[in-house]
């Protein structure tokens, strides 16, 4: 039986229903530098979700509230996923990554699988999403194979009793500090995550995360992680590293400090946000918000909830500069709308061009100004480096794609 105390996780997760995509969990052999790859695979929204906008906003706005607060599950377009094997011999499950929670459960869709392996540690766990959407049952231990070179004996995972219906997915794999664990499970105080265990039982030699997503519009629409490091061929350049940031509630999640610039001018002076696989687009202040929409001239879009533009405009688009740790990222005007392949998947009409940058709704000075999600991540490598307190980024093939 759920214990009557609710305990809040961080996490909206993708839309009810699904392209169907395989995921696969490939095996890799490391290499010197004690690295793994994990191949990823995009699942597409096919139905015509309306409200991503407003999914984005909730979702940033939990966050902004340091965990007071829960977000609906519902309504995200494109959300990559990977196969994760439990048990001995595992039986595998298709995982939502997320970068912004820190728990794994599974059960979703299919039942879990006892083996010898598997131990009832006979504490619940019970993960609020909003709007009395809930995600609770058993916390079991069990052997976690994410591939052959990294199996993870004795990993913390939830086995949801009562879950909500998610069409081709079975649970997540929460990425995210371990901080954000805390109140999940009860009897108990943080439970270490998947990347905590992996470099505890020396599967890994530094704690850290790669993170690669090409285009959803692109030939290769598929993405990998890399546990222990980064993969060098998936870069143009080198990583350059910000350290998390100090600024709460930004700082218990992959949070950083930034400015952001449309062209020469500053529509967002630095300050703190996250960086976020489960946003889908990028959200920034609204007083940013504001001034982006004035320059770019664009009018919302009822229907869909973007902001839109004309092709005349589109020639006219400036570049984003995103500067943190004193490094600039550009976002070309290609890369500030939404794939024009995928305007039915949001309601939208073929022949439109919609943007990728939203408001939270909320002024800046709250602490979580922006959120660098899915849109920004699929334009530059991201690494997430919990043994150096750090956030780092590349550019890559796809940073000056014409691929929407």
């Known amino acids: 039986m759920v214990p009557s105390r609710a305990f809040s996780s961080l996490l909206a997760l993708p839309a009810l229903a699904f392209l169907s995509l395989s995921a696969s969990a490939l095996p890799h052999l490391r290499t010197a530098s004690s690295t793994a790859a994990l191949k990823l695979a995009v699942r597409i929204n096919s139905y015509g979700i309306k409200n991503i906008a407003a999914a984005d906003r909730a979702r940033i706005q939990a966050l902004q509230a340091g965990g007071s607060s829960s977000i609906d599950a519902t309504n995200a ?15 595998y499950y298709t995982l939502v990554l997320d970068t912004g929670s820190s728990f794994t459960w599974i059960g979703a869709n299919k ?84 990347m905590d265990n992996l470099y505890a039982q020396k599967s890994i030699s530094s704690e850290v995360l790669g993170v690669f997503f090409a285009p959803a519009s692109s030939d290769d629409s598929s993405g990998e992680l890399t546990f222990g490091g980064y993969d060098a061929s998936k870069i143009t350049g080198n990583i350059s590293y910000v350290p998390i940031t100090l600024i709460y509630p930004a700082s218990m999640y992959w949070g950083i400090d930034q400015s952001i610039s449309y062209g020469p001018t500053s529509i967002l002076a630095e300050t703190a946000g996250v960086v976020d696989t489960g946003t889908t687009f990028i959200l920034i ?43 600039t990222y550009e976002l070309t005007p290609n890369g500030q709308i939404w794939p024009r392949s995928l305007n039915t998947a949001i309601g939208g009409t073929t022949d439109s061009i919609y943007l990728v940058i939203s408001s939270t709704d909320t002024p800046s000075g709250s602490g979580l100004d922006f959120a660098n999600g899915y849109c920004f991540l699929e334009r530059f490598y991201s690494v997430y480096d919990t043994t150096n307190s750090r956030v780092g980024f590349a550019t890559t093939e796809y940073t000056y794609a014409m691929t929407n």
């Open 77 to 91: 377009v494109a959300m990559y996923t990977a196969d994760i094997g439990v048990g001995s011999p595992a039986t």
């Open 111 to 194: 039942t879990y699988q006892p083996t010898t392996t598997s131990h009832d540690t006979g504490n619940q766990f019970s993960v609020i999403y909003g709007g009395g959407i809930y995600a609770s049952g058993e916390e079991y231990t069990d052997t976690v194979t994410l591939n052959s070179d990294l199996v993870i004996s004795d990993q913390s995972i939830g086995v949801a009793s009562n879950h909500p219906y998610l069409d081709g997915t079975d649970g997540v794999l929460g990425l995210g500090p371990v901080d954000l664990t805390v109140g999940i499970v009860n009897n108990e105080n943080e439970v270490a995550t998947v």
């Open 285 to 327: 202040a609204s007083d940013a918000f504001d001034k982006y929409q004035s320059a770019t001239g664009a009018t919302l879009d009822e229907s869909t909830g973007f902001l839109k533009i004309s092709s005349d405009q589109y020639s006219q688009l400036s570049s984003l500069y995103f500067t943190t740790g004193g490094v």
